[in-house]
């Protein structure tokens, strides 16, 4: 996510902790839940195998402005129900078949599996391009 300024991202985070906290209090937990969806509520399966995201993460280099890079994610699939499902089992199949040449410690996805999921995501349409900045 590209937030314009410091402030925005500081007003995000803020939002994001006044959320958790209004969520821990039963009565305002309550009131939310009222107004999300219900179990068995969500997607449709026509909903979920026609449905696709995309977006973009873009990182800025502190000294050197050439080195900035944006990588455009795309999908196919509803996102929270078939994207997901796909990146666990790539994710898995990446940690139990490839060599990672990593060894013990935490590991985010991206530093621990690398280009080897990035290679396995593609093959279930899920995909990720460097364009333009």
Not at 35 to 54: A, D, K, T, V, Y
Not at 62 to 84: C, H, L, N
Not at 113 to 125: H, N
């Amino acid at each position: 996510m590209l937030l314009p300024s410091r402030r925005a991202a500081l007003l995000l985070a803020g939002g994001s902790m006044l959320g958790m906290a209004a969520l821990a209090i039963g009565p305002l937990r309550r009131l939310i839940g009222k107004r999300l969806p219900q179990p068995g509520e969500g997607p449709s399966l026509s909903e979920r195998e026609n449905g696709f995201f995309e977006f973009f993460v873009q990182a800025h280099h502190p000294e050197d402005a050439s080195k900035d890079v944006r990588i455009q994610v795309k999908g196919k699939r509803d996102p929270g129900y078939g994207a997901t499902s796909r990146m666990l089992a790539q994710a898995g199949l990446s940690l139990a078949f490839d060599d990672l040449g990593v060894e013990g410690g935490i590991w985010t996805p991206a530093s621990g599996l690398g280009d080897f999921l990035v290679e396995r995501l593609a093959t279930v349409d899920i995909t990720f391009e460097e364009v333009a900045i």
